[in-house]
């Protein structure tokens, strides 16, 4: 599956791509339970990968929000949840 990609580039050091998908299910235990993906990755200078980070949510993601959620899922401003049962 391909994701639409977003590339963000705030410091010239650093590089970060974001992509996401829609409408997946949560996992196998709720099939039925349908949500967004959201992934992203950050590269230093030397091009390695500094970090990962994923989430899901049933908030719609755009091109135009993408950048707006990774920023508020990393300072902690949207509600996680570390598991699924």
Not at 36 to 48: A, I, K, M, S, T
Request: glycine share 4%.
């Amino acid at each position: 599956m391909s994701l639409p990609e977003s590339t963000v580039e705030r410091d010239p050091e650093v590089h970060c791509e974001i992509r996401f998908v829609h409408d997946l299910p949560l996992n196998k235990s709720n099939p039925d339970v349908r949500v967004n993906f959201l992934h992203y990755v950050e590269y230093g200078p030397d091009g390695e990968i500094r970090r990962i980070m994923s989430w899901v949510t049933d908030l719609t993601i755009t091109k135009e929000n993408a950048q707006w959620l990774v920023r508020g899922a990393r300072a902690g401003r949207l509600r996680t949840r570390r598991s699924t049962h």
